[in-house]
Nanobody
Framework: QVRLVESGGGLVQAGGSLRLSCAAS????????LGWFRQVPGKERTLIAF????????YYADSVKGRFTIARGTAKNTADLQMNNLKPEDTAVYYC????????????????????WGQGTQVTVSS
């Protein structure tokens, strides 16, 4: 299994930016699939971005397109999610997920399609 740890969350004002990082316990392969999800209390965990550990994106949800960007992490075995122009509606717990057995060419929208998950990091956007 692969252990993942998200970091970089916090409190930010609307219009601000945050950069989340997903750190893996093993050496990552650039072509392996990477999904970013978010969840608010009482709601399902939904996919907001999908791509690879190498920073190639194949999907962004309409709610974040043009504001969020998948990027290669600056540290080894990490991947980042750059979040710009944050809105109060972005307040949620953010998770990264990966699975070496699933392809990265087409987005994987369901949580059960991923074997490995991080514990999540809280993002709170105030108005």
């Amino acid at each position: 299994q692969v252990r993942l740890v998200e970091s970089g969350g916090g409190l930010v004002q609307a219009g601000g930016s945050l950069r989340l990082s997903c750190a893996a316990s093993v050496r990552t392969v650039n072509s392996f699939a990477l999904g970013w999800f978010r969840q608010v209390p009482g709601k399902e965990r939904t996919l907001i971005a999908f791509g690879t550990w190498g920073g190639e994106a194949t999907y962004y949800a309409d709610s974040v397109k043009g504001r969020f960007t998948i990027a290669r992490g600056t540290a080894k075995n990490t991947a980042d999610l750059q979040m710009n122009n944050l809105k109060p509606e972005d307040t949620a717990v953010y998770y990264c997920a990966t699975d070496p057995t699933i392809g990265s060419r087409r987005p994987k929208y369901k949580t059960y399609e991923y074997e490995n998950w991080g514990q999540g990091t809280q993002v709170t956007v105030s108005s």
